[in-house]
C-alpha cells in the first residue's frame, strides 16, 4: 500500500500523518519514503511495528 501523508497543524507546526488500519495482530512492516522539493534524493526508513494487543 502507498499512501501520500498529508498535512496536519499541530499547535504551531505543520506535521505530516495518515491514518493507516492496523487491526490484525503481527508485525507489520513499514517503508517510509520522504521525498523534498529542495533535495534530489529521497530519505529511506524502515522499520517494524509490533501490533500486539
Request: charged share 25%; proline share 6%.
Amino acid at each position: 500500500m502507498t499512501r501520500h501523508l498529508e498535512p496536519m497543524l499541530v499547535g504551531d507546526t505543520v506535521t505530516y500523518g495518515s491514518y493507516f488500519d492496523m487491526r490484525w495482530r503481527g508485525v507489520y512492516h513499514v517503508n517510509l519514503v520522504v521525498t523534498r522539493k529542495s533535495e534530489p534524493k529521497p530519505v529511506k526508513v524502515n522499520f517494524d511495528v509490533d501490533q500486539q494487543f
